[in-house]
């Protein structure tokens, strides 16, 4: 059995209400198992607000608050698996893992268990993590995207996770050797510019140029006015789409809706409400699309689910290889 060890949080960085960077450190002595950048670990908390399952008269699953006699709801620990995003060389030089996280709520509105506790870390106070002493994960690109020349990395939201440690990592090492012959694209998508993390660190990969990499950022909620020209608009798989020439999701789901003969208003009003994408000023589209060949491309994505299935979707369409970082919950003991 994987032993469970205490760790701190050494720092939290608020990007927005929902989403969050913070770093652990193992208890003193402690160290991190080795990784590979893509990789994930189990973290928990102990005060997590606990839930259970109920059937309701439909049928349907959920998870309700779990109360006991007093109508209180009971509290214990809940472990979850997280992306890694600090790249390996930052782990084995200053001992820290980094994570990139969304607060989870449910559809009636509930928050998760584990994020609402996350979200409650102060360092030097209620700062302790329990992780897994166990970092496994096979969304690598020696298992992913070996023998592409082109790696293109799609992320929605906190989904940046794996990619940031990937790019950071390559970056690291192609600064002491060879560095290494491919190409990387990254294209990343969140609501607005405040929760584009690590955007800066990315821009100043892309302008070194140890690697040949382009970063494209999107948000998917422009200011109405003061947009900021560099960063694209849309949602990610439609600014993914627009580069393929490919119809918005939107429009396809409308077509579909009009051939059932089903759902049709529903779909034309999202159309109606769909940020139509465009790609950063002065992103050279023709340059863009020739990277994007899909002979010599694998798309690898992380993030929300329907964000994935869309670029899946749109993958396929192009016959692009498809490559995707499932965040199925896991259990742990
Ligand atoms: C490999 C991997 C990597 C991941 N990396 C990241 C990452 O880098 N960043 C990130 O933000 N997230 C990541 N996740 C998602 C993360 O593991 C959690 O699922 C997420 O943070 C929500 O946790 P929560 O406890 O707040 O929500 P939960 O309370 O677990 O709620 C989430 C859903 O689980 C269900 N649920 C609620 N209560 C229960 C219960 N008692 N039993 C069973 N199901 C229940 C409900 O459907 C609910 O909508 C990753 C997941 C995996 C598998």
Same mark, same amino acid.
């Given at each position: ?194 929760? +584009?993390?690590?955007?800066? #660190? !990315? /821009?100043?990969? &892309?302008?070194? $140029?140890?690697?040949?990499? =382009?970063?494209? %950022? ?29 119809? +918005?999701?939107?429009?396809? #789901? !409308? /077509?579909?809706? &009009?051939?059932? $003969?089903?759902?049709?208003? =529903?779909?034309? %009003? ?64």
């Amino acid at each position: 059995m994987v032993q469970r060890r205490t760790g701190f949080a050494v720092s939290w960085q608020t990007l927005s209400p929902i989403l969050g960077i913070f770093r652990v450190q193992p208890a003193a002595g402690g160290r991190f198992p080795d990784y590979e950048a893509g990789q994930y670990i189990a973290l928990r908390r102990e005060d997590c607000a606990l839930t259970r399952r109920v059937t309701g008269a439909d049928g349907r699953t959920r998870y309700v608050p779990d109360v006991d006699a007093s109508g209180r709801q009971r509290r214990g620990p809940v472990s979850h698996a997280y992306s890694i995003s600090s790249a390996p060389y930052e782990t084995a030089q200053e001992g820290f893992l980094e994570f990139y996280v969304v607060r989870e709520t449910d559809e009636d509105g509930r928050p998760g268990r584990l994020t609402e506790s996350l979200f409650r870390i102060e360092p030097g106070k209620d700062d302790e993590i329990v992780y897994f002493d166990r970092i496994a994960g096979d969304f690598t690109l020696a298992k992913r995207a070996a023998g592409f020349p082109h790696v293109l990395m799609v992320a929605s939201g906190s989904g940046l996770a794996p990619f940031v440690s990937m790019i950071k990592q390559l970056h690291f090492e192609a600064g002491r050797g060879p560095g290494d012959p491919a190409r990387y694209t990254l294209l990343h998508g969140n609501r607005t510019a405040e929760e +584009l993390a690590y955007h800066r #660190d !990315l /821009e100043t990969i &892309a302008a070194a $140029g140890r690697l040949d990499f =382009t970063y494209l %950022a999107t948000v998917s909620r422009p200011a109405s006015s003061g947009h900021d020209p560099s960063l694209g608009r849309g949602r990610v798989s439609n600014v993914l789409r627009l580069l393929l020439g490919l119809p +918005l999701k939107e429009e396809e #789901d !409308l /077509e579909a809706a &009009a051939e059932k $003969g089903e759902g049709v208003e =529903t779909a034309r %009003a999202a159309l109606v409400r769909a940020v139509r994408p465009a790609l950063p000023a002065g992103a050279g589209a023709d340059a863009l699309r020739e990277r994007l060949a899909p002979a010599r491309t694998v798309v690898m994505t992380c993030g929300n689910a329907s964000a994935m299935s869309d670029v899946q979707r749109a993958a396929q369409a192009r016959g692009i290889r498809f490559e995707k970082e499932d965040w199925k919950p896991t259990l742990y003991p």
